[in-house]
């Protein structure tokens, strides 16, 4: 079977997760997966999201206006806070570079 999905569903996923929204095939790296686009409450789209065919359980078509609904009743999936972007150093204290002259000897070890 060579069709491909375009339109609202209810994705179901291994592990007992629901993503409702705009679905659709893509191609990445080669690969085919299917895109979910959940939308917002202002109609705007809340997040994206890509699965891989053996991560899917269950695809349900359903209207749009069933589709919003479900989203607005799952909340809000986005990350509670946005990922913070640290230098090395902060990222691991214990870090330190080798001084230059280390490294001429044959490294610190």
């Not at 629901?18 to 080669?30: H, T, Y």
């Not at 085919?32 to 939308?39: G, M, N």
């Amino acid at each position: 079977m060579s069709a491909s999905f375009s339109g609202w569903a209810i994705l179901e996923l291994m592990g007992h997760r629901q993503r409702p929204g705009f679905v659709e095939e893509v191609e990445l790296a080669g690969g085919k997966l299917l895109r979910v686009d959940i939308p917002a409450a202002d109609g705007s789209v809340m997040a994206s999201e890509l699965y891989g065919c053996a991560a899917i359980y269950c695809l349900r078509p359903v209207t749009e206006e069933v589709a919003r609904d479900a989203a607005k009743r799952m909340g809000d999936v986005r990350p509670l806070r946005p990922v913070d972007y640290r230098s090395r150093e902060e990222s691991l204290p214990h870090f330190q570079a080798a001084p230059a002259a280390d490294m001429d000897e044959g490294g610190p070890f």
